[in-house]
């Protein structure tokens, strides 16, 4: 689906037509022969518009004459729910600067573009493409920063859980947590690597506009922190991975050495009773009317004496 908007007489309105539109955004359900159209209007190598479906495309930037492509990993909620999906996984959204026009094309129906698209952008005006490309930049770390949050939330009502239990349950949904932040560590070091090189080369022109430019210092430095936070809630997780592994690993020994005892413990008895089990005539109290008795108390006795030693050695509780 291809759509036009513009900024007219202050107010942010669809346009019907592409020369009347200052942005141009393309998202799903869309087929790849508008998309052809819309790159031979508008002079446009095709691949800036292709590349950008990628779900696997790095951020990165590219020019080509007087075209700027600029493609910029956002994080996306994983609705389809597989158990062997993280929560969240990350789409690139390609945005492409025209002389004329800014073009944004996205594989996934991406929540930051839905939010320029229901005006809840303070300052967002699509005629100002620099601006514009801050703001979806500042967005798109909000988003990481809001889902970060969100799942570090789920993580502590996990572990809370898994206090009271050891379910297979809430350990699969921290290794969904564990890919998430896999996802997101990825893609803001990505992100970061591609706004130092736009800084350094100058790539929206903006150096000598004090404003823009202190926004895109403040933009990188949140970046970082998202970064930085991915970084401490993927070795927290790690951690409490590893505890809770070292934790069901002790508690299967100490079952084991319980359940060893017990069978030695009772197979005493049981050896006793083997005995008398036998066909031999000169085995004590045979002929005895109170042989059962004996034996049975013997046993009990042998019993006895073994969880005695097993409780001296502090191997049985």
Not at 47 to 53: A, E, K, M, R
Not at 222 to 242: F, H, K, P, R
Not at 274 to 296: Q, R, T
Request: aromatic share 12%; with cysteine.
């Amino acid at each position: 689906m291809i759509r036009y908007y513009a900024k007219q007489e202050k107010t942010f309105t669809e346009v019907g037509e592409l020369h009347a539109s200052s942005w141009i955004n393309i998202q799903p359900p869309f087929n790849h022969a508008e998309i052809e159209i819309l790159a031979n209007k508008l002079a446009i190598p095709l691949d800036f518009l292709t590349d950008s479906l990628d779900i696997d495309e790095r951020s990165r930037y590219e020019i080509e004459e007087d075209i700027r492509l600029i493609v910029i990993n956002t994080p996306i909620l994983n609705q389809v729910g597989k158990e062997s999906e993280g929560f969240y996984y990350t789409a690139p959204i390609g945005i492409i600067l025209t002389p004329d026009h800014i073009i944004t094309i996205t594989a996934i129906e991406n929540p930051i573009i839905e939010k320029f698209l229901q005006g809840r952008v303070k300052y967002f005006n699509p005629n100002d493409h620099k601006q514009f490309v801050l703001l979806l930049f500042e967005q798109t770390v909000f988003r990481f920063l809001d889902c970060l949050k969100k799942l570090n939330l789920k993580r502590n009502l996990i572990e809370q859980e898994l206090y009271d239990s050891s379910r297979n349950r809430e350990l699969m949904q921290l290794l969904k947590i564990e890919k998430s932040l896999v996802y997101f560590v990825n893609s803001l070091s990505s992100n970061e690597l591609l706004k130092m090189k736009m800084k350094r080369t100058d790539f929206l022109k903006i150096r000598d506009n004090e404003l823009y430019a202190d926004l895109f210092e403040d933009i990188i430095i949140d970046n970082s922190q998202a970064l930085e936070m991915s970084n401490v809630y993927t070795n927290i997780l790690s951690g409490t991975m590893e505890a809770y592994a070292s934790i069901i690993s002790n508690n299967l020994n100490v079952f084991i050495q319980r359940l060893t005892i017990v069978t030695i413990i009772l197979m005493v008895p049981t050896l006793v009773a083997s005995f008398y089990g036998m066909n031999l005539e000169h085995l004590p109290f045979v002929d005895s009317e109170y042989a059962f008795p004996i034996i049975i108390l013997f046993s009990v006795v042998l019993g006895i004496l073994l969880i005695l030693f097993f409780r001296r050695g502090k191997m049985f509780k």
